[in-house]
């Protein structure tokens, strides 16, 4: 079988760096998750309120409630802001064809897409808190014609087929989402699977620190980062899983043709939310 990328990081950056990260020191990178948790935790008395007073059944299905917490927490300022980086933009931008994005959220990367170019776009999004956002996002940005809302996990073979997903599409994006999917090691097959050859999973996503004070660091913030955000793990080795032909269930297929992982300029090997982002192309 065709060796694997024995790097995962591709060390020529062939997409231009957008963005490049000013100097930080360990203290802040280390301290950073801490004061995501607390702003994250003032929305917390706003969303039990909302629950208690227009579905208070829903406060005994705390996926429910947490739901309700995440999309709260992922429409604020501070978290709008993150969503904000020229990288993403060009993930987008430079997407084609049938495409689907993983976890759209409130879809603010549909401003970036390409209407010349994607013929359509299925937004695969589970968090229903977060579909009417969705949709005047849709709306916003002139998708109507164009866009499929799947409220059901990417996992969920049955819910994609009644929205009429196609069972192979030319392009995935997924941008923060493999931290949070609840079996990636369902996923990211099933990801792979569904592309065409020669299509391009498009990612941007935070990973498990490759400096082991750092990886710490993100394991003891583990056990209290996914309560307000929607489940997400900050210890995920997504970029190795991906490439690592046993864990994506490559078989006899060849796998990747060409992988184009990049690291965000500047970043400091302290952070605790050390990302990547690129495309990965089907042989
Ligand atoms: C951190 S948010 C990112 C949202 C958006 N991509 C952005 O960057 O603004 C992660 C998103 O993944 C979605 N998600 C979680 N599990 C998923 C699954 N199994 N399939 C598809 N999306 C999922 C969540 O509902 C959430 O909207």
Redesign the pocket.
């Known amino acids: 079988m065709k060796p694997q990328f024995p790097t995962f990081i591709n060390p020529d950056v062939t997409m231009a760096p957008l963005t490049v990260l000013p100097p930080t020191n360990r203290f802040s990178e280390y301290t950073a998750p801490f004061i995501l948790l607390l702003s994250c935790l003032t929305s917390l008395p706003g969303t039990l309120w909302d629950i208690l007073t227009t579905r208070p059944r829903d406060i005994f299905f705390p996926s429910r409630w947490l ?1 309700a917490l ?1 999309a709260r927490v ?1 429409g604020s300022s501070t ?1 709008t802001a993150f ?1 904000n980086l020229e990288e ?1 933009r060009r993930l987008v931008s430079e997407a084609s064809g049938v495409v689907i ?6 879809g ?2 549909l401003e970036d897409y390409d209407k010349e170019a994607v013929r359509h776009v299925y937004l ?4 229903l808190d ?1 579909h009417e956002g969705l949709k005047k996002n849709i709306e916003k940005f002139g998708w109507a014609d164009k866009a499929t809302v799947v409220g ?5 073979e049955k819910g994609l087929e009644a929205s009429g997903v196609p069972q192979q599409v030319d392009m995935i994006v ?4 493999f ?4 079996t990636p090691e369902r ?1 990211l097959p099933q990801v792979f699977q569904r592309l065409n050859r020669g299509g391009q999973l498009r990612i ?1 996503e935070h990973i498990l620190s490759h400096d082991s004070a750092a990886r710490r660091v993100q394991q003891m913030y583990d056990w209290f980062w996914w309560f307000p ?4 793990s900050l210890c995920r080795p997504t970029d190795k899983w991906l490439v690592d032909p046993e864990y994506m269930g490559f078989g006899n297929q060849e796998g990747w043709g060409e992988v184009d992982l990049n690291k965000i300029v500047g970043e400091s090997r302290h952070s605790c939310l050390p990302c990547v982002w690129g495309a990965l192309t089907k042989a």
């Open positions: 739901d995440f992922w978290f969503s993403k994005e993983l976890g759209p959220g409130y603010l990367s695969v999004e589970p968090n977060m059901c996990g990417i996992e969920d997924a941008i923060q989402v931290c949070t999917v609840p996923v941007f955000l929607g489940g997400c």
